[in-house]
């Protein structure tokens, strides 16, 4: 989670530094940075816009992008010798394939399905 809130914290500065607009700055204080978006700020549905980005990409940089799942359950594949992963997070499950050398990427990303009636 830590290095998630650096790595978004990071990619917030990088997006504002040419924007002055975003930054408070005080003579007698430390520059502030205001309207940061984190993924903890991010809703289910916005999370799997961004985990969309990332479909083929290693599970490392899901991981970095929105942290760990919940809850994750493997089982064997039927597309090859590795695992089907399913990567259990709040509101949306993330689809994995883990090969027989232990590399994992992401594969497909799905919204849970609405309790709302």
Do not use: H, N, W
């Amino acid at each position: 989670m830590k290095k998630t809130m650096i790595l978004a914290g990071a990619l917030a500065l990088a997006l504002l530094a040419g924007c002055s607009a975003g930054v408070i700055s005080s003579e007698d204080g430390p520059t502030q940075v205001v309207g940061v978006t984190t993924t903890a700020d991010m809703t289910p549905a916005e999370q799997v816009e961004l985990v969309k980005t990332l479909i083929d990409a290693p599970v490392e940089e899901l991981y970095e992008a929105i942290g760990q799942p919940a809850d994750s359950a493997y089982a064997s594949s039927c597309l090859g010798e590795g695992e089907d992963g399913e990567l259990y997070y709040e509101g949306f499950t993330v689809y994995t394939y883990r090969d027989t050398d232990g590399s994992e990427s992401v594969y497909d990303v799905m919204e849970a399905p609405s309790t709302e009636g």
